[in-house]
């Protein structure tokens, strides 16, 4: 096993992948949680990578139910699934010749219904860097304002921070065709709305999300990752976030947070970045109720006997604030 790059997964190579043959690989969801992109942060949460593994793996089930092509194969308990395995462009292996196929397409695809506390929407529209027009509004939003149509945005995938992209960059980047970037496209739609409706069955709110994916050796899109995962999708249950949004609000609000964007700019090596402060204590026992609670629920499966949703956004309200 060895890390996903600044990620809460590890990697098993089974088989490798050529240009012509698809690999196998497996992800191990590890209780790892990660903020203010600066990779795995000191705690882990207990519980919470083999959640996210059983979510990711009934959200794959569904979209293929739903008629959207995955990479997904199996689910190995407790926390690993394995799956169709692509060439992963590196930032240090030299360039990739993508037009050969049966590679990981090096763009994130992002999709927002609502725009919610935390949303990076209302910090780029504070900083200049968005303006309403862009995303199709007439003026600054409320925090929470529910968009009238989904607004898909791209990013790069493999920088240290990954940053927003126009539609332009993102089509060269992944070297797709026109009728290929535009089904990439539409299957986000797609994806975003078999997952908003699963959300809203369960009286929970999808607010946003991100999704990858790969090009196949015979020129398909074919989604990747882990779909509909509160590590890939913001989730709302009961005015609380359903993931790790909740810590990140708690960093800010004590002036805990890590500048790394600043770190970055100023040229400072990973390696020197200052450590985040642990949490405290109490908070892990909460979050990882949180996480199998949402899971359960998200799955229909009881496998940890998990307070109730309800109840568990409760309690990290109680312990950890909103």
Not at 19 to 47: A, C, L, W
Not at 116 to 125: A, C, D, E, K, M
Not at 263 to 277: E, N
């Amino acid at each position: 096993m060895m890390p996903v790059l600044h990620s809460t997964k590890n990697l098993e190579v089974i088989e490798p992948p050529t240009t012509s043959r698809k690999g196998v690989g497996r992800f191990e969801y590890t209780d790892n949680y990660t903020v203010f992109h600066f990779g795995p942060m000191p705690d882990q949460i207990p519980g919470k990578g083999e959640a996210i593994c059983h979510m990711a793996a009934f959200n794959f089930m569904m979209l293929e139910a739903a008629g959207v092509a995955t990479h997904f194969r199996r689910v190995i308990p407790p926390n690993r699934i394995e799956f169709d395995f692509a060439r992963v462009p590196h930032p240090d292996a030299g360039p990739l010749t993508l037009g050969e196929g049966n590679y990981l397409i090096p763009v994130q695809v992002l999709f927002r219904n609502e725009l919610p506390q935390g949303s990076s929407v209302h910090r780029r529209l504070a900083a200049g860097a968005l303006t309403p027009a862009e995303i199709g509004l007439c003026g600054i939003p409320a925090v929470g304002e529910t968009l009238k149509h989904p607004l898909i945005e791209y990013a790069t995938m493999l920088e240290d921070v990954n940053r927003f992209i126009g539609g332009s960059e993102a089509q060269r980047l992944a070297d797709l065709s026109d009728e290929q970037f535009r089904t990439m496209r539409d299957t986000t739609v797609k994806v975003n709305k078999v997952l908003t409706e699963h959300a809203h069955k369960l009286g929970l709110s999808h607010a946003d999300g991100k999704v990858e994916y790969l090009l196949s050796s015979d020129a398909r899109i074919v989604l990747a990752d882990s779909p509909g995962t509160p590590d890939e999708s913001r989730l709302m249950a009961y005015g609380m976030h359903c993931g790790k949004q909740v810590l990140r609000n708690w960093y800010v609000n004590n002036g805990l947070e890590i500048p790394v964007n600043r770190l970055i700019a100023d040229g400072v090596p990973r390696s020197q970045w200052p450590q985040p402060t642990p949490l405290p204590p109490e908070f892990l026992p909460v979050m990882s109720d949180l996480y199998r609670s949402l899971s359960e629920a998200w799955t229909g499966e009881r496998r940890w006997n998990a307070p109730n949703l309800q109840a568990a956004t409760q309690a990290v309200a109680r312990v950890i604030g909103q």
